[in-house]
């Protein structure tokens, strides 16, 4: 149905010259900024420098001569030239250009310069008492060069027109983290400061183009939003006032150390920025100035919300009353990723637009890949759709970056502002709404208010605020918005209620919630205090109700002010001094007087001033009552008349009060009414229950005329005839109940199995039947755990599915984690009860158990953020999944030293630490801390997670340093997966399949990663041997000498004495049978389900070719030994062996066998290993061995049942040959380490623990990662006379004949160990081959997969 317009509705767009001014005078008139800041000599202003450490004689004035430069764009000259009227006419000329990321620059320069500790704290804080690395703005003062010169290389290399200070984290609340809380003032002074001076430096070169400091105010590592507490959704780690405390004094400083510009940047949570603008608001309130704001927000994922749920919409609609000059996006996402976010805000944004996207997504290593003109390219979308104003570069970005987006951005035009069009009202939740657009459920050009969040409009949201409820009270505001309320009304006015208290709790639990805080709220209450409070809790645009002039013009005013400064619309109710407006001239008369004041004097947007010309009760029978709704009706169109742009509201239940407990006689009145006032007058907004709401098609005729004489007053007996249909709808009700009329009941997830209906209730984020359900489902299994680890979990890796993808966002995680927290807690009595009758059982007495023991739980898991890193909102939100599910988590804070953590897992004997990090260099703290637990002899897992990390950083890097079948390194992609990880880890049953399948899968992916790196960096040969790895052969000698020298044949082996040392799972995965996880390896792959029943025949047709085979002997084992005198060469490259002691002695060596060196660069502190490091220089009675050994007979098996044209045993065969070789090779290692050289011989290993390698030494091959040269195959074979003695022979190739053949070298000592050679540079190809004296260019082709270079 079309909307009442009037007059103003069709007055036509014009252009926008400028973007939406603030209100103050020096903004609209353009006021320069004198700079003279030195003059600021506010209360407030001067607290703050009273503050500094930097004392009194500081410099603070930078104003010009008016003379310096030329008048006129494209000059500009500071205190005579208004910076608003610049960055307008530069933003409307060309796409201007922001710089690019601080953060990666300070990482590359620490790569280059190695900054560590001892750097981050200069002599400034060199005696500092706790750990400041990783504290990047402290470096504006303790190493001012490295800014300075970053600001000038963005400048200059570049080509910025504006840059943003180092100040990011310079706020009270994040440096309290590094214990430098007092030095805030002087971080945001000296951030700004040195901008300042390269920005002269810069612009004095070029006059023609000026450039600007941006104050850069970053987000806090604190969330005013989201609740840290998975007990208490209503907890918050900070409050607003807090938040603009702090945000006013970084403010002070930047201005004070010259900033030009401010901007509220990285906005992850949209209350923190609305703090912020508020805090900068006061700032230029008590200092006169005029200084334009940005504002960037983040969203964080592909959902494209930011991390505390809003859409970009609703961001921009909540801090629109700031009047940023510009506002876009940044961080979090590539521009490619952007462009769809960037383009829903391009069309709705009032003032200039900007993006500084991350150089695309981060990489596997935490680092960002695109090159210049990739992200150069990437960004084009954005200037060929004509979307900016300004353009930058966040994560990743380099000057060169910058520079390439320049090129690229010069041929496109910027954006156009919008035209400036009618002026609506746009209010926000999770998402926007636009008033003047909206029409409700039944067609009518209507906001539906929602009442029943109301103490005076719902006895039942009253009983539940009394009994403090708030988990129910939710539903009912939930159940309103998917009845169809647009806004909810919250009102907790009750003389026994402290209302103050309640509202506080009420929204800030409302808004955890997100299918109630995705609409706009409206705070309702009677005091004044209780809005504000409630206000400072809403990180949308909400609606405050009410103020009005009966405390007064000056309060009235005050009051409105302080409104406006938050960014809420308001309702004003029809009374003055004199009290509440009745009839229709007086409604119109308050109503313009306190439209005058709020339009004209405080300059409140009229579109945001909702009036309430009273709403009063018909059908009293008292005559003076009788005109109230016809009153209303014409007063509504009057007010909107004479009062552009405002909404009209009521509370429409007043209106039958009368008639209160027949719904349908109080309905079809409303129906009447509002059809009338809505499309008649213009009414706008209404406080309704929307479930109940009828349409005027809907109201029974008989009712419709009655209805319609109340309303207009057109007959006498209107009152009497109402009343008697009121009577008769009573009595049929009443009728009805004594009828027992069936209820048809509508199909519902309740009507779902048990099971399904908790995966449901975590899904959703629904508490209300959690206890009935998980009491329903434990009668179904055997055990109360088993509920938890079937449909809980079930549910919750859902949730981690969605999330993931984007269809959930956190602040549902959270309220999924809730509802898994409340259903552990129902469960946890009966598992006390299972442990005391297991305790029973085993003769213990339950009461003799100390109750403080960690029993009580699944697990006890530390978490805690790596040195250097200050953020913990991920951690929080693990450590709140994790104790959902009965898990103790230790959560050790921020910036937290190994030592610490090492330490603290000790104290609180931990089963895993888990390791959190936002910042790339966290990434190498990790490491460092994986290094040092493997060197402390911890035996337990490692988690890794958090915004910066992945699971092929972890692979690659982190891995290698821990990881082991026992205490694995698992990345954990979110808080949502964190349970099943941490279940997995701990369960007997799963930990071992679960270990081996992460192996398996970080092995393949290290193995893409190096053979996909394109730019690696390679040491020099002898960098490498100045870095190999080095044994302290005195402190761990070499083993003893071995019991038989020289060269032993084994021939007596057989393959019976073999079976057991077979590993099965190659065999499987030859016939390209994997089950999946928990069911990948063998004995559990005959239980998966797709390839479980094919693997189990196969494995018996197997069993039963070995018994014919044993029995046939139509296969059999054969292989050589042999075990020599050795030492390192005096390179340290090559091993020679010698034949006796005799030999060694004269220095007269049997052979050489040459080995390869790591050369590609590590970013950590590891050696280059080669094998020949294994092995004790000369002076040293150090031995190695090598082996050969085939499977013999394997041919002749072929070629029989190639003859019966059998393929399947044919393959089958081979595949055994293959088993049986690998089985012997596993067989005759041992009896090398226990006999043959008997270094170990009281080692007691079960076969499977031989498989895992769980013994000293080990048994690299030639042609194989530590030693990838066929061509010393050959060296064996005429070392130990392998096809002499053994029979096995070597291809031209080199390829060993039979096929099932194994050789390899044997190195004793306990800290040899395999790794990857990787590829190497030509160096090292060119010694090598001098040393085999082989041509350069044979060698070269020998080695050409690992060549890091083209060949000639």
């Known amino acids: 149905m079309p909307r009442k317009e009037f007059e103003y509705d069709h007055i036509p767009p014009r252009p926008a010259l400028e973007p939406p001014l603030p209100t103050s005078d020096v903004a609209r008139n353009h006021v320069p900024n004198p700079y003279k800041n030195s003059k600021i000599i506010h209360e407030r202003i001067m607290a703050v420098r009273a503050k500094s450490t930097l004392g009194k004689d500081i410099a603070i004035d930078y104003d010009q001569p008016h003379q310096l430069y030329p008048e006129a764009y494209p000059y500009f000259v500071r205190s005579r030239d208004s910076v608003r009227e610049y960055i307008t006419s530069l933003f409307t000329t060309e796409i201007a250009i922001y710089d690019g990321a601080m953060g990666t620059m300070i990482q590359n320069y620490s790569k280059k310069n190695r900054l560590e500790e001892e750097d981050f704290r200069g002599e400034t804080f060199k005696e500092w008492t706790c750990n400041v690395k990783g504290n990047n703005d402290m470096l504006s003062i303790s190493q001012p060069h490295i800014i300075r010169g970053i600001y000038t290389e963005y400048l200059e290399v570049g080509g910025s027109s504006l840059i943003g200070t180092n100040t990011f984290s310079s706020t009270r609340i994040a440096m ?518 009828l349409a005027l098609s809907e109201v029974d005729p008989e009712v419709l005329v009655a209805c319609e004489n109340l309303v207009f007053n057109r007959t006498p007996d209107a009152t009497d005839v109402m009343l008697e249909l009121t009577k008769k709808e009573k009595d049929m009700m009443e009728a009805r109940k004594k009828g027992g009329v069936v209820e048809v009941k509508e199909s519902s997830w309740r009507d779902l199995g048990a099971s399904k ?32 680890e079937g449909p809980l979990m079930d549910g919750m890796n859902i949730v981690g599915d969605l999330f993931g993808s984007g269809k959930m966002f956190l602040p549902q995680v959270i309220k999924s984690a809730r509802v898994m927290k409340k259903a552990v807690a129902y469960l946890l009595p009966f598992m006390d009860e299972e442990k005391k009758s297991n305790l029973i059982a085993q003769g213990i007495d339950p009461n003799s158990v100390d109750d403080s023991d960690d029993s009580n739980y699944a697990g006890k898991v530390l978490m805690a953020t ?112 964190a349970v099943t990880v941490v279940q997995s880890l701990l369960s007997e049953a799963n930990k071992a399949e679960f270990i081996q399948d992460l192996s398996e899968e970080y092995e ?132 020679h062996v010698y034949t006796d002691e005799e030999a060694r002695v004269a220095g007269s060596p049997l052979a050489t066998f040459c080995m390869l060196r790591q050369q590609a660069e590590k970013e950590s502190d590891d050696p280059y290993f080669s094998q020949a490091d294994f092995i004790a220089p000369s002076g040293y009675k150090d031995h190695m061995g090598m082996f050969a050994v085939s499977c013999f007979g394997c041919e002749g098996l072929v070629t029989k049942f190639e003859s019966e044209n059998d393929d399947y045993n044919k393959i089958m065969s081979q595949a055994l040959a293959d088993r049986f070789v690998e089985a012997f090779a596993e067989y005759l290692h041992r009896q090398i380490r226990t006999d043959l050289w008997g270094y170990a011989k009281g080692e007691q290993l079960d076969e499977a623990d031989l498989l895992k390698i769980k013994y000293d030494g080990v048994r690299p091959a030639p042609g194989y990662p530590s030693q990838p040269d066929h061509t010393e195959k050959v060296t064996m074979w005429e070392t130990i006379k392998c096809k002499e003695l053994a029979g096995i022979i070597l291809s031209d190739s080199l390829s060993m004949m039979p096929a099932a053949s194994v050789s390899a070298l044997v190195f004793a000592h306990p800290q040899s160990q395999y790794f990857a050679v990787g590829q190497i540079g030509k160096d090292q190809v060119t010694s090598y081959a001098a040393r085999k004296k082989y041509d350069l260019d044979k060698m070269e082709r020998w080695l050409s997969p690992i060549l890091s270079y083209e060949r000639d």
Not at 770 to 779: G, I, K, L, S, T
Not at 1063 to 1072: L, V
Request: glycine share 8%; charged share 25%.
């Open 1004 to 1135: 393949e992916m290290r193995e893409d990663y190096y053979a996909g790196l394109e730019d690696r960096y390679f040491l020099t040969h002898e960098q490498a041997k100045q870095r190999s790895f080095k044994i302290d052969f005195d402190a761990v000698p070499p083993a003893p000498s071995p019991n038989r020298i020289g060269i032993t044949v084994v021939d007596y082996v057989k393959i019976e004495d073999v079976i057991k040392f077979i590993d099965w799972n190659p065999f499987f995965q030859a016939w390209e049978l994997r089950g999946r996880y928990p069911n990948r390896g063998y004995p559990k792959i005959f239980n998966d389900e797709a390839v479980g029943n094919e693997a189990k025949k196969l494995f018996d047709d197997a069993q039963e070719l070995v018994q014919t085979i044993i029995k046939e002997k139509s296969m059999w084992l054969a292989g050589v030994v042999g075990l020599f005198p050795a030492n390192r060469s005096c390179d340290g490259e090559d091993v």
């Open 176 to 693: 309290a983290d590094y214990e430098m809380e007092d030095y805030v003032y002087e971080l945001n002074y000296a951030g700004a400061r040195l901008a300042r001076e390269a920005c002269d430096e810069v612009t004095a070169k070029d006059p023609s183009r000026p450039r600007f400091v941006v104050g850069a105010l970053g987000p806090t590592n604190r969330t005013a939003s989201i609740s840290p507490s998975v007990e208490d959704p209503s907890a918050r780690n900070v409050t607003f006032d807090e938040l603009v405390e702090t945000y006013f004094e970084q403010t002070v400083a930047l201005v004070d150390g010259g900033a030009d510009i401010l901007m509220v940047e990285t906005i992850f949570d949209t209350l923190n920025s609305k703090a912020a603008l508020y805090a900068i608001g006061e700032y230029l309130e008590c200092s006169g100035l005029d200084i334009p704001i940005f504002v960037s927000g983040t969203l964080v994922d592909q959902s494209g919300r930011t991390l505390s749920g809003q859409t970009g919409e609703a961001f921009y609609a909540s801090i629109r009353h700031s009047k940023p000059m510009c506002v876009g996006l940044n961080c979090a996402l590539g521009a490619s990723h952007m462009a769809p976010f960037v383009e829903r805000l391009s069309k709705c944004v009032e003032c200039f637009m900007h993006v500084y996207s991350n150089a695309g997504l981060p990489n596997a290593m935490g680092g960002y890949d695109e090159t210049p003109n990739d992200m150069a390219l990437s960004n084009e979308v954005f200037f060929k759709n004509g979307w900016l104003n300004m353009v930058g570069g966040c994560c990743g970005s380099t000057p060169l970056h910058i520079a390439a987006i320049r090129e690229v951005a010069k041929k496109y035009k910027p954006r156009k502002l919008p035209d400036i069009g009618r002026p609506k009202m746009w209010l926000s939740g999770l998402e926007d709404l636009v008033v003047d657009d909206v029409h409700n459920h039944l067609g009518l050009p209507f906001l539906n208010v929602g009442e029943r969040c109301n103490i005076s409009g719902s006895i039942k949201f009253k009983k539940l605020m009394m009994a403090g409820d708030y988990g129910s009270a939710m539903d009912i505001a939930k159940a309103q918005v998917e009845d169809g309320a647009h806004v909810i009304d919250i009102n907790v006015d009750d003389g026994l209620l402290d209302g103050l208290a309640a509202m506080q709790k009420f929204v800030k639990i409302a808004v955890t919630e997100p299918e109630v805080a995705k609409v706009p709220f409206m705070l309702d209450a009677s005091k004044f205090e209780i809005v504000m409070a409630g206000l400072k809790w809403c990180q949308g645009k909400p609606i405050v109700n009410s103020i009005s002039l009966k405390v007064g013009e000056e309060l009235f005013k005050e009051h409105a002010t302080l409104l406006k400064k938050h960014g809420a619309a308001v309702v004003v109710m029809a009374f003055d001094e004199e009290g509440q407006a009745a009839t229709e001239n007086e409604k119109v008369r308050i109503c313009k007087r306190s439209y005058d004041i709020l339009v004209n004097e405080v300059r409140f947007p009229p579109e945001d001033i909702v009036f309430d010309p009273n709403v009063l009760t018909i059908g009293t029978g008292m005559e003076e009552h009788a005109d109230y709704a016809v009153d209303f009706i014409n007063a509504t169109k009057r007010i909107k008349e004479l009062c552009p742009y405002v909404k009209i509201s009521g509370g429409i239940s007043n209106l039958s009060f009368g008639f209160r407990g027949v719904t349908k006689i109080r309905e079809s009145i409303h129906a009447v009414f509002l059809q009338h006032c809505i499309l008649e007058s213009g009414m706008d907004v209404g406080i309704v229950n929307a479930n109940e709401m």
């Open 866 to 977: 790596v040195k250097g890193d200050v953020h913990d909102i991920g951690k929080n939100i693990v450590s709140v999944v994790l104790g959902c599910n009965n898990y103790k988590v230790y959560d050790i804070g921020v910036m937290v030293p190994c030592e610490k953590i090492l330490e603290k897992a000790l104290e609180y004997n931990v089963d895993i630490i888990g390791l959190s990090g936002l910042i790339t260099p966290s990434l190498d703290e990790m490491v460092v801390v994986a290094k040092q637990m493997s060197k402390a002899g911890f035996k337990i897992p490692l988690l890794i997670g958090g915004a910066t990390t992945s699971k092929m950083h972890t692979a690659v890097k982190i891995a290698p340093n821990y990881f082991t079948d026992i205490h694995p390194v698992v990345h954990v992609l979110d808080a949502s997966r």
């Open 757 to 788: 209906r908790l995966e449901h209730a975590l899904i959703n984020g629904i508490s209300q039947y959690v206890d009935q359900d998980v009491e329903e489902a434990r009668h179904l299994v055997g055990k109360p755990l088993e509920v938890i």
